[in-house]
């Protein structure tokens, strides 16, 4: 142990140490719950924070709702999505606009929060059930879009006009979805064949340069997120954990969660720093504090006003 400690030490004081040494030592957290048990159905996912720091989830009680739920874990019905819809990913945009993956309606659908309008933003008859999505500061809004049936997927951009794009066919079971703190990639995982890709993202915000990121040896995937220094944060679905890949694609932290598996995952608190994490069997939400801000942090639509 003292010999791994002072040679991270040296690299470190020699500027070769990358920018997660902050979490070289303290490779275990355990998170708490949150909310309450059964709270939210088996499809409970999606968790985002918008600009006044409030935390989402879908399906809230019964399937084709979301959920809000305050800084004490207290929650309550937010709004019904049309007949035909149910949420997956959410995300905000800059304007603090909600957008959510509707899987069963092919949508990505965006929410006014305030008036709690809802119009279909992108649509295509060759989505399977767009699953999860991330969004660029621009707007630029990537997709996951599996079909579980055949262990395949899809994934797709939705540009600042709102021309829907597919960038590529044929993959494994896309699932999670992540722009890198620099907005210089993006990682997409397959939840059945356990990889995690990276992308380099052009200045059209078109893909290139595809090569596998990690490669896990058990249990599914589900939802990403990046923190501020660049570290992806990973639900591992039937792991029982969240697990943390440095952007050198290496292990560097476990979050062991209150159950089994997690959905997805979402930063926010005063700080930033605050991670969620949705629980599929449980029907819940965990908690735990860390020490880096996530990168929604840097996102004027999720940065909490207090």
């Known amino acids: 142990m003292k010999i791994k400690l ?14 997660t040494f902050s979490y070289a030592d303290t490779t275990k957290l355990q998170a708490q719950a949150f909310t309450k048990d059964g709270l939210f159905t088996k499809g409970i996912e999606g968790p985002a924070v918008d600009g006044d720091g409030r935390l ?19 929650a309550s019905h937010f709004i019904d999505l049309p007949e035909g819809s149910t949420g997956n990913g959410i995300r905000f945009g800059q304007d603090g606009s ?3 993956a509707d899987y069963t309606g092919h ?20 989505m399977n059930q767009p699953n999860d999505i991330a969004i660029t500061a621009s707007g630029v809004i990537y997709a996951s879009d599996p079909d579980w049936k055949n262990n395949s997927g899809q994934l797709w951009m939705v540009k600042a006009d709102r021309k829907l794009v597919r960038l590529e066919a044929d993959m494994g ?7 890198s703190s620099d907005e210089k990639h993006l990682y997409v995982n397959e939840s059945a064949q356990r990889n995690i890709w990276i992308y380099d993202i052009l200045p059209n915000n078109q893909l290139a340069n595809k090569r596998l990121f990690y490669q896990f ?12 220094q660049g570290n992806l944060y990973v639900a591992r679905y039937g792991a ?61 639509s999720e940065l909490p006003a207090k």
């Open 56 to 74: 989402y989830a879908v399906n809230f009680a019964k399937q084709g709702t979301i959920g809000i739920i305050d800084d004490k874990g207290q």
């Open 98 to 100: 909600m957008f959510v």
């Open 173 to 179: 079971t896309t699932n999670g979805i992540e722009v």
């Open 240 to 300: 029982g954990n969240v697990t943390v890949l440095s952007p050198q694609g290496e292990i560097i932290k476990e979050i062991t969660l209150t159950g089994k598996f997690p959905t997805n995952v979402a930063f926010g608190g005063p700080q930033g720093k605050t991670l969620f994490i949705t629980l599929q069997q449980k029907q819940s939400i965990d908690t735990v504090e860390l020490d880096i801000a996530g990168r929604s942090r840097g996102l004027i």
């Open 107 to 126: 949508n990505i659908l965006r929410i006014d929060p305030q008036s709690k309008a809802v119009d279909i933003y992108a649509h295509d008859d060759r």
């Open 6 to 19: 002072f040679s991270r030490l040296f690299l470190f004081a020699f500027g070769l140490m990358p920018v």
């Open 217 to 228: 040896e058990d249990h599914g995937m589900d939802g990403m997120r990046c923190d501020q």
